[in-house]
Every structure is written in C-alpha cells, then in structure tokens.
C-alpha cells in the first residue's frame, strides 16, 4: 500500500513548548504584563481618593521591588492555566505535549521557588503535589504552521469570586450588565482589587466559562463597536461601585472589562464573569 506523507510539513519539538512555558511562567510571577501597569499608573493618576492613591503607590513600590530583587508580586503565585494554538500545518515532535507542559510548569515553579499550590485530590486526600502541576491546558487548532502559547498563572482568591450563570434571552444586555455588576460587587475587597473582570457571553455552559477566562490575555479592546461599547459601560457602572484598590474606596474598582461572545442556543443566554485580581499574571509566545 502507498502512503502519501506531506515531507514539508513543519515539525516542531515539544521540548521547544515546554521551554518556552517554564521561561513565560518563571517571568509573570514577578513582572506585571505592561498593560497592566499602564493601567495602574493611569488610575493612579486619575484617583482624588487618598487612601486609594496610598494603595497604588504600594502596588507600585511591591511590582519595583518584584522586578529588582527578584521576589513573586504575590505569595499566592497561582494555577497555572495554558492556551496552545496549534497550527495545523505543525507536526509536534518529541513526544507528548501535554506531559512536556506539566513538566515545564513543575520546572519553572521548583526551580523559581515559586508557592505551590496544587493539590491532587479536589474533595478528599486534599494533598499537595509539591510542584503546582498538573496545568489546566486548553488546546485549539488553528490554521498555519506556529504554536502560539498563552499562560496564565491565576491566584484563587479571585477564582473564588468567579461566577457563571444561566440567563434567559429575554434578560437581555441589561441582564447581563445586571449579573456582571453584581458579582463584582459580591466580590467587594475580598480578591484584591483593582480587577480586570473577564465577561464570556453566549457558547455553551462551559465554553462560556473559558471565554470569561481567555478574556483576561486580551490586550486590546473589544473590535466590535456593540461589545465594545458594552466594555465601557460595564467598566464605568463597576467602578461607580466605590469598592477602590483593595477595598478602600475610589474609582477604579475594575482596571479593565474585556468582553468575549459566540454564538449562542435561540433558548440560552449564558453569561460568566471571571474575576481576576489586579496582578492578571499572563504571557504569550509565539514557536515558529
Ligand atoms: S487574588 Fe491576586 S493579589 Fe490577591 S492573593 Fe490572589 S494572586 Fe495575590
């Protein structure tokens, strides 16, 4: 029997992914990604509230000293969440991907000495695996010939605040804006704000809940002039709120809002909001 393989198909190593995730993951722990920090200068800048402007400047003086002596902006240093993009022309080489980016992440975690916090069994043995892995990854195939990984190190206390919900189509744009305000103001201090708020809408149950969550890598505003629009507006309702830099009041309880939507059942609205606190410790690369 004749078999036909593509030869010019692109090949790359997963020792290449893995590499590259220990390098992104032992860098967000002690770097804040830049438009995070632009936001922060600007609210800052912005801010009348005294106590508010005192937090800023720590938060400022902790991500200096996070950089210049090396040490993790939180002791909370996260799960550690993958996005890989596979392009399709790619053939990946070197064995499994998977074990390649739980050993990557147990890597960078032990060798940065970076907080641990993974545990093996959710409800009973509760036993820490002592290297924070397994990773969560989410794999997609895209056209083209690179891997693009996205990482995310996401602490729990603003996992914790996240919530998703079943809404009717009828409730509409303002029960979306309703539910995302709302589990904002449920989370109040307790996921140290100023957040960046993720906003899935429409999918299904749990693609909605990823779409919240890839919400957070997104560096732009929203393309779409509707969502766009509905940004803006679920910012400036959230920040009216007076929650302020970790709960002390002011006008920048949410640094950002970043909305994703797909398509969605005629009987369904599903809406998720995954809170994420000001740290939004994200990277991305692109393997060629
Ligand atoms: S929510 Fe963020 S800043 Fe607060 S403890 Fe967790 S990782 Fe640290």
Redesign the pocket.
């Known amino acids: 029997m004749d078999l036909w393989y593509d030869i010019d198909m692109k090949e790359i190593d997963v020792k290449r992914i893995g590499d590259k995730t220990e390098e992104l993951f032992g860098r967000i722990a002690y770097r804040y990604p830049e438009m995070i920090m632009d936001a922060i200068h600007q609210a800052h800048q912005e801010e009348t509230n005294s106590r508010a402007c005192n937090v800023f400047s720590m938060l400022k003086e902790n991500a200096r000293i996070a950089v210049e002596e090396h040490i993790p902006?939180?002791?909370?240093?996260?799960m550690a969440v993958v996005w890989l993009s596979i392009g399709q022309d790619v053939h990946l080489t070197g064995g499994d991907v998977n074990t390649a980016i739980h050993e990557a992440v147990g890597r960078s975690y032990t060798g940065n000495a970076l907080r641990a916090s993974v545990v093996d069994d959710p409800l009973y043995a509760r036993k820490n695996t002592k290297n924070n892995t397994p990773a969560l990854i989410h794999t997609r195939i895209v056209p083209g010939d690179t891997v693009t990984i996205e990482v995310m190190a996401k602490?729990?206390?603003?996992e914790n605040k996240s919530q998703l919900k079943m809404l009717t189509p009828a409730m509409g744009v303002e029960g979306v804006k309703e539910f995302v305000v709302e589990t904002v103001r449920k989370a109040g201090p307790d996921?140290?704000p100023p957040y960046v708020v993720g906003v899935g809408i429409g999918g299904d149950f749990e693609s909605c809940a990823e779409m919240s969550k890839r919400a957070l890598l997104r560096e732009e505003p929203q393309e779409d002039p509707q969502y766009n629009q509905l940004e803006k507006e679920l910012l400036e309702s959230i920040n009216q709120l007076n929650i302020g830099p970790m709960g002390y009041g002011g006008k920048a309880t949410a640094l950002k809002v970043m909305v994703e939507y797909a398509p969605t059942h005629i009987a369904g609205l599903p809406c998720a909001v995954n809170i994420?606190?000001?740290?939004c410790r994200h990277a991305k690369a692109v393997i060629e």
């Open positions: 902006i939180c002791q909370d240093t996260g602490g729990f206390g603003s996921a140290c994420c606190c000001h740290v």
